[in-house]
C-alpha cells in the first residue's frame, strides 16, 4: 500500500510543483512587461486639429503663362539684336531688325515702273466710262423711241375698235336711215378686217422694244466688262507683288507680341536665320507649374481644385494655388529617372511670386476633397475590439514614481487621411497624447492602467 501511496503522492506532488511553476512563471512574466514597459519609451502625438482633405501629392516645373515663339519667312541678314538670353521685355518693344535694303530697292523699282503705266491707264479708264455712259444714254433714248411706236400702234388699234364697236351698235339697234346703212356696213367690215394687222404692229412693236434693249444691254455690258477688267487689273500680279513687298519690308523690324522673358534667342547680328523660330518670350505675369499626373488620379481632379505649392528655393514658405488647365491627352517623356507617362496638368500660384523662375522644380499636393481640419488621433493609434474602436492615452501618473499611465479610451471615427483620423465624438479631447502602435512593434503590448515613458513627437 506504500508504495501505491507514493506513487498516488508523487502525482500530485508534481502537479502542484507545475502549477506553482506557471503560476510563477506568468508573474514573472507580467513583471518582466510591466518593468519594460515602465521603462520603455512609447511614441506619442497629441490629438488635435489637422486637415483630414485628401491630396494628391506629385512634382513639376515652373513654366511661364503662356509661350510665344517669334518667327519669320525672311530671307535677310539681321541687322541688329537688341535683346539678350534672359531678358524681360514688354509687349510691343522692337527685339530685332532685318537688313531691309534689297526689298526697298526692289519695291521703289517696282513701283516706278507701276507708276508710269497708271496715267494710260487712267486715261483708258476715262475713255471707257464715258463710252459706258453714252450707251446708256443712248440706249434709253432707243427704248424710248420703241416705247412711242408701242403706244402709236395701241392708240391705232383702240381708234378702230371705238370705231368698230360704234358702228355694231348702231347697226344692231336700227339707229341708221335706209340711206346710211350700206356705207356703214361697209365701214364697219373694213374694220373688223383691220383689226389682226393692228394687233400684228402692236406685237411687232413690243419685240422691236425687246430686241432693241437686248441690242444695248450687250452692248453696254462689254464696256462694264472692260472696266470692271481695270478694277481687276489694280490688283494685278504687279500690284499683289508691290503690297507683298511692302509687308515684308514692315517684317523687317520685328516686335513683342507679349510680355515675358526671352527663353531662346536663335540669332545674331550679320547672320540669317537657319530656322523659322528667331526668339522665345514667355510670359510670366503668373506664376504656372506644370505637373504630370498618372493615368490613377487624373479622373481625380479637375480645373478649378485647390492645391498648395512648395519649393526648396524657399524654404518653409507654402504657396496657394489652382488647377487652371488639364491636357487630356497622354503624353511620354524621358527624364533622368527614366520615362515618364501622364497627363499634363498646369497649376497656377494666386498670387505671382518673382523668387520661382522658369525652369525651377516645385512640390504640389492637389486637394481632391477639401475636408478642412478636424480633431483627429493619427491612424497608427487606432485598435478595433469587438467592432468598437479605441485609443491609448499617456496621461501624467502624478506620483513618486513619474513616468505616465496609459487610459483606453474609446472612439467614434469619421473622415480619414493618409496619416490621421477624424474622432467624431468619443473620450478623446484636444491635446492627448496618443500612443503609437500600442498593440504591437519592437515594445510591449499596451494594456489599460500601465505605467509607461513616452517620446512625444511632433506632428
Known amino acids: 500500500m506504500a508504495v ?162 360704234d358702228l ?37 412693236a413690243e419685240d422691236s422694244y425687246s430686241d432693241v434693249e437686248s441690242q444695248w444691254d450687250e452692248t453696254i455690258q462689254k464696256l462694264q466688262d472692260v472696266i470692271d477688267g481695270e478694277a481687276f487689273d489694280s490688283g494685278s500680279d504687279d500690284q499683289k507683288k508691290l503690297d507683298k513687298l511692302s509687308e515684308q519690308i514692315e517684317q523687317c523690324k520685328v516686335y513683342a507680341p507679349q510680355s515675358g522673358i526671352i527663353t531662346a534667342l536663335n540669332v545674331n547680328e550679320g547672320s540669317v536665320p537657319s530656322a523659322p523660330s528667331i526668339m522665345t518670350i514667355v510670359n510670366t505675369d503668373k506664376t504656372v507649374i506644370e505637373l504630370t499626373v498618372k493615368e490613377t488620379d487624373i479622373t481625380k481632379i479637375a480645373e478649378g481644385m485647390k492645391a498648395k505649392v512648395t519649393s526648396k528655393v524657399i524654404p518653409g514658405e507654402e504657396f496657394s494655388a489652382s488647377i487652371t488647365r488639364i491636357v487630356n491627352v497622354v503624353s511620354t517623356e524621358t527624364t533622368a529617372d527614366g520615362v515618364e507617362t501622364g497627363y499634363k ?20 499636393d492637389v486637394t481632391i476633397d477639401e475636408v478642412g481640419e478636424k480633431l483627429s488621433v493619427p491612424y497608427s493609434g487606432i485598435i478595433e475590439e469587438d467592432g468598437a474602436e479605441y485609443v491609448y492615452v499617456a496621461e501624467p501618473a502624478n506620483d513618486d514614481e513619474g513616468g505616465y499611465i496609459a487610459r483606453k479610451k474609446k472612439v467614434v471615427k469619421g473622415a480619414e487621411s493618409d496619416f490621421y483620423v477624424e474622432v467624431k465624438s468619443g473620450e478623446v479631447k484636444s491635446g492627448d497624447l496618443i500612443i503609437e502602435d500600442p498593440e504591437g512593434g519592437d515594445l510591449p503590448e499596451v494594456s489599460d492602467g500601465a505605467r509607461v515613458q513616452v517620446n512625444e513627437k511632433k506632428k
Do not use: W
Not at 346 to 363: F, K
Open 345 to 364: 496638368v498646369e497649376v497656377t500660384l494666386d498670387e505671382t511670386n518673382d523668387q520661382l523662375l522658369i525652369g525651377m522644380s516645385a512640390s504640389v
Open 4 to 165: 501505491k501511496k507514493k506513487a498516488i503522492i508523487i502525482p500530485v506532488v508534481v502537479a502542484v510543483l507545475a502549477g506553482g511553476g506557471l503560476y510563477a512563471c506568468n508573474a514573472m512574466t507580467k513583471a518582466a512587461n510591466e518593468s519594460m514597459m515602465a521603462n520603455s519609451k512609447y511614441t506619442v502625438i497629441p490629438a488635435g486639429q489637422n486637415d483630414l482633405s485628401k491630396v494628391i501629392s506629385t512634382t513639376g516645373k515652373v513654366i511661364g503663362n503662356g509661350t510665344v515663339d517669334v518667327t519669320t519667312k525672311l530671307n535677310c541678314s539681321v541687322s541688329k539684336v537688341n535683346v539678350s538670353l534672359g531678358d524681360m521685355v514688354k509687349e510691343g518693344d522692337l527685339l530685332c531688325e532685318f537688313d531691309s535694303t534689297e526689298l526697298q530697292e526692289e519695291y521703289d523699282a517696282l513701283k516706278k515702273q507701276m507708276d508710269n503705266s497708271d496715267k494710260k491707264e487712267k486715261s483708258d479708264s476715262s475713255r471707257n466710262q464715258r463710252d459706258l455712259d453714252s450707251a446708256k444714254a443712248k440706249k434709253e433714248a432707243a427704248l424710248a423711241r420703241a416705247q412711242r411706236e408701242i403706244d402709236n400702234a395701241r392708240n391705232k388699234e383702240a381708234e378702230v375698235v371705238n370705231e368698230h364697236n
Open 168 to 204: 355694231a351698235d348702231k347697226l344692231n339697234n336700227n339707229l341708221l336711215s335706209e340711206e346710211e346703212i350700206p356705207a356703214a356696213q361697209a365701214r364697219y367690215d373694213a374694220l373688223h378686217e383691220s383689226l389682226p394687222a393692228l394687233e400684228t404692229a402692236i406685237i411687232s
